[in-house]
């Protein structure tokens, strides 16, 4: 007998509900079908579904987008970057205490006491037709991030690896939910061949039909609800194994509108709106933005982190600003539109030599016309480079705070997390750096903000 299982999946949804209404309809739909032709199914998501840049997300704190998982009816998810360093230790403690489905991540603990009751390393679901199926999964490793958010990390493949040559004689079919990227996911199925499917993510990448590695089949669904992925397994219950396996991507544009589908999308909107709009501080006066020159809002902002960092100096990109701060009444709701980003502070230990480099680097002509993506920044542009409480002179000496600086120093940066990855400051990656969590830029703008106009 040869019994047909299905895996509808999703991935790296970043709270884009634009066709939320829409996908899942048509997987209930679908749902139903399989069940009354005696097939089983399941639905997975691969992590980061919820993205803080969203309104409804942040004013629920995530726990909106695990009830809308709930109404869903998936079955397993696991946590991406964004479920896993975008939320204090104790929010993603309690993040999925409602959850309705299981919640696996093989390669996060705690680091003192226990684990949150919803983290389970592996889950073993069987089928109509008791074929055991176990799910296994891991996320991307930001080990400094976890780190300083009181959780620790083991290392993804080894971890995945283990479970799988661990759970392989006691189950028929071995998946993965992997939010490590493609690259991880190939190495990972040329050393484990003992995986049937990787549900890939993270890298945002598309593999219409999936990608065979090792005879492991690796499926990526792009990202903000572009597609559903729909994985069909054949098993031969006679012989006990896979003997065919195939995955496919509906694009979630094309599936039939739902009733009312445009009022829902809004009214998620609308609730995070609600929840959002309450007073922080009172201005007496409005700070302008500028996205290609120093403005109102930058210095003020430059005054924010140093304080905030105790460095002796800042750096970031104008392009942050995505609005001027009003005069009068300041609501939650307003930095957030000012600052959508899922970003962090950190600070940098510099030599004299080191912050010279910075400081030319950050002339760099093409930097603020360039449209970023990701990294955190959900701008519009780069922006102008800003410095503040460092430059040079006409003698080519470093200036901190106006003097000349001492060569035997090593200054503190502070600047922002984007900046830490190599892209633009290669420099950056490996020196000696501490973030600072798990405040984002909109925290400690409120923060400084309620001390600030109090004077």
Not at 78 to 96: A, K, V
Request: glycine share 8%; with cysteine; net charge negative.
């Amino acid at each position: 007998m040869q019994e047909k299982i299905h895996i509808f999946h999703t991935n790296d949804l970043h709270s884009h509900f634009k066709y939320w209404p829409r996908m899942q309809s048509y997987v209930k739909e679908m749902r139903i079908g399989l069940t009354n032709l005696g097939e089983t199914s399941y639905l997975f998501d691969v992590g980061d579904h919820l993205d803080r840049s969203n309104i409804y997300t942040e004013a629920t704190v995530g726990k909106g987008n695990v009830m809308l998982l709930n109404e869903a009816g998936y079955d397993v998810v696991t946590i991406g970057n964004n479920e896993g360093i975008t939320l204090s230790h104790e929010e993603l403690y309690h993040l999925y205490d409602e959850a309705a489905f299981d919640v696996v991540v093989a390669n996060v603990y705690a680091s003192e006491g226990t684990n949150p009751k919803w983290m389970k390393p592996y889950v073993v679901l069987t089928t109509a037709h008791g074929t055991k199926l176990a799910v296994i999964a891991a996320t991307a490793m930001f080990e400094i991030y976890y780190k300083e958010l009181n959780w620790e990390m083991n290392e993804a493949r080894s971890a995945l690896i283990h479970l799988a040559l661990q759970l392989r004689k006691d189950v028929d079919i071995i998946v993965c939910l992997s939010h490590l990227g493609i690259t991880e996911d190939e190495l990972l199925a040329e050393e484990c061949p003992e995986i049937d499917v990787i549900f890939g993510s993270h890298t945002h990448h598309v593999l219409p039909n999936g990608k065979l590695v090792n005879g492991v089949l690796l499926t990526g669904g792009g990202k903000f609800g572009q597609y559903t992925g729909h994985l069909v397994v054949e098993f031969d219950k006679k012989l006990r194994k896979i003997v065919e396996k195939k995955d496919i991507l509906i694009h979630n544009k094309d599936l039939p509108t739902v009733q009312y589908e445009k009022s829902i999308v809004q009214s998620f909107e609308e609730e995070g709106k609600r929840l959002l709009d309450i007073p922080v501080f009172t201005t007496k006066k409005s700070y302008n933005k500028e996205w290609f020159h120093y403005s109102q809002l930058s210095d003020l902002f430059a005054q924010a982190i140093l304080e905030k960092s105790g460095a002796d100096c800042a750096l970031f990109n104008a392009g942050i600003f995505l609005d001027g701060l009003p005069k009068g009444t300041v609501t939650a709701l307003d930095l957030h539109r000012i600052f959508p980003h899922p970003i962090n502070l950190c600070t940098i230990e510099l030599s004299v030599a080191e912050m010279k480099e910075i400081f030319q680097e950050s002339k760099n002509e093409e930097w603020p016309y360039i449209e970023l993506k990701g990294l955190g920044f959900r701008g519009v542009i780069f922006g102008k480079m800003l410095t503040y409480g460092f430059s040079m002179n006409e003698d080519r000496q470093l200036l901190i705070n106006g003097k000349v600086a001492d060569n035997d120093r090593i200054y503190k940066l502070v600047t922002l997390d984007l900046f830490t990855f190599g892209y633009f400051y290669p420099s950056f990656k490996y020196a000696k750096k501490k973030y600072i969590l798990p405040e984002f830029l909109r925290d400690i703008m409120i923060d400084y903000g309620q001390r600030f106009f109090k004077q």
